[in-house]
Structure formats: C-alpha cells, structure tokens
C-alpha cells in the first residue's frame, strides 16, 4: 500500500496531515528556524543549515532570512542563487532553480493544491506538482508561481506577477496572471563587459 508521501511525490492525491509528513514538516520547520535565528554574519553556519535543509545546493548560494518551506528536501539550486527576505517554497513536490537565478523579496512558490470538494480539502487532501526555474532567471519581488509551471532560461518575470502558465526562455512577463511581454534582445544591454 502507497504511503501518504509516496502519493505526495507521485504527484497523486494525498492527506497533508499524515503522521510521517507531518513529523518531516515538523523537522523542516526546526531547520528553518535555527537558520532564521541566525545572524547573517553567520555565513558558515547559515550556509551548513541550508545544505542540510535542502537536497542540493550549488556553490555561491545565498538565502536571506526570513526564509519558509515545508521539507526541504524537494528543494534544488544551482550555482549563485540568491533569495531576498521572506521567499517562501512550499516544496510538497520538487522545485528545481538553474543557476544565476535571482529571487526578490517577498517571492512565494508553491507546489501543492487543496481539494477542490469542500469535504475533501477538510479531510486534508492535496495533490503538488513541480515548478521548474531555469538558468539567469530574474522573479522581481511579490512574484508568485503556483504549481506545475516552468520558467525558461533567461527570463525576467515582473515584480508582482502572479505566474499560472508556463513562461518560455528569454522574455519579459508580468502580470496578473502573468502574460509574455516582449523577447529580451540586445537593446536591453547596457554595454558592460560580462565575464561569459
């Protein structure tokens, strides 16, 4: 018989208030807490708390606190992530973040979906499904991606964006919900030499 967490990671149906996840969640919570109880001259010890929290984390990664999720180990990023305050990841299922990708302030992702049938979601039922961040991505702050999108590579997504769809690579989109404004081209440089 499937166990609450395996439907969970499955992307099926399960009860959130389930012993075992409840117990995980309780765990991820302790993490959470001891690194927001952190001063950020702490880097080691905020960088060890985050390295265990999460299931991978690439080299130059930088959470700023107050930081939320629900396990922690759903939660993969890549080299030079930064996440401004209050950035919250409600990773019931994976959320996977490329490389060089920035994250403003006050930005929530979310994974799971309560039951639509009233009687269901008090019983406790949610199903997550994944969200996806490619490489150079940019969320501006209040940005909020609810479950199952994918943002392409090298994309800006406007502050306060509420993002139901998926976002292809390497444009411009805001808004409520969040629409595809424009390809970024070469006249959005600002003439500096990169590195790349």
Same mark, same amino acid.
């Given at each position: 018989?499937k166990t *609450?967490?395996?439907?969970m990671?499955?992307?099926?149906?399960?009860?959130? =208030?389930? *012993?075992?996840?409840?117990?995980e969640?309780?765990?991820?919570?302790?993490?959470?807490?001891?690194?927001?109880?952190?001063?950020?001259?702490?880097?080691? *010890?905020?960088n060890?708390? !985050?390295?265990?929290?999460?299931?991978?984390?690439?080299?130059?990664?930088?959470?700023?606190?107050?930081?939320?999720?629900?396990?922690?180990?759903?939660?993969?990023?890549?080299? %030079?992530?930064?996440? %401004?305050?209050? $950035?919250?990841?409600?990773? $019931?299922?994976?959320?996977?973040?490329?490389?060089?990708?920035?994250?403003?302030?006050n930005?929530s992702?979310?994974?799971?979906?309560?039951?639509?049938?009233?009687?269901?979601?008090?019983a406790?039922?949610?199903r997550?499904?994944?969200?996806?961040i490619?490489?150079n991505? =940019?969320?501006g702050?209040?940005?909020t991606?609810v479950?199952?999108?994918?943002?392409?590579?090298? &994309?800006i !997504?406007?502050a306060?964006?509420v993002?139901?769809?998926?976002?292809?690579?390497?444009?411009?989109?805001?808004?409520?919900? $969040?629409?595809?404004?424009?390809?970024?081209t070469?006249?959005?440089?600002?003439?500096l030499? &990169?590195? *790349?």
């Amino acid at each position: 018989m499937k166990t *609450e967490k395996h439907k969970m990671l499955n992307q099926e149906y399960y009860i959130c =208030w389930d *012993e075992e996840l409840t117990a995980e969640r309780e765990k991820a919570k302790d993490l959470v807490y001891e690194f927001n109880s952190r001063k950020p001259s702490e880097r080691m *010890e905020r960088n060890q708390i !985050i390295q265990k929290l999460f299931h991978s984390v690439g080299e130059n990664a930088w959470v700023e606190s107050p930081f939320n999720c629900d396990y922690g180990y759903n939660i993969t990023v890549g080299d %030079n992530f930064y996440a %401004n305050t209050n $950035c919250t990841i409600l990773d $019931c299922a994976k959320v996977t973040i490329g490389d060089n990708v920035l994250i403003g302030p006050n930005v929530s992702l979310y994974t799971p979906n309560h039951a639509m049938d009233a009687a269901e979601r008090k019983a406790g039922y949610e199903r997550s499904l994944p969200i996806t961040i490619g490489d150079n991505v =940019w969320l501006g702050g209040s940005v909020t991606i609810v479950p199952g999108v994918t943002i392409g590579d090298n &994309t800006i !997504i406007g502050a306060g964006s509420v993002v139901t769809k998926d976002i292809p690579a390497g444009v411009i989109a805001a808004g409520v919900p $969040c629409r595809v404004i424009r390809p970024i081209t070469e006249k959005d440089t600002v003439g500096l030499e &990169t590195t *790349e």
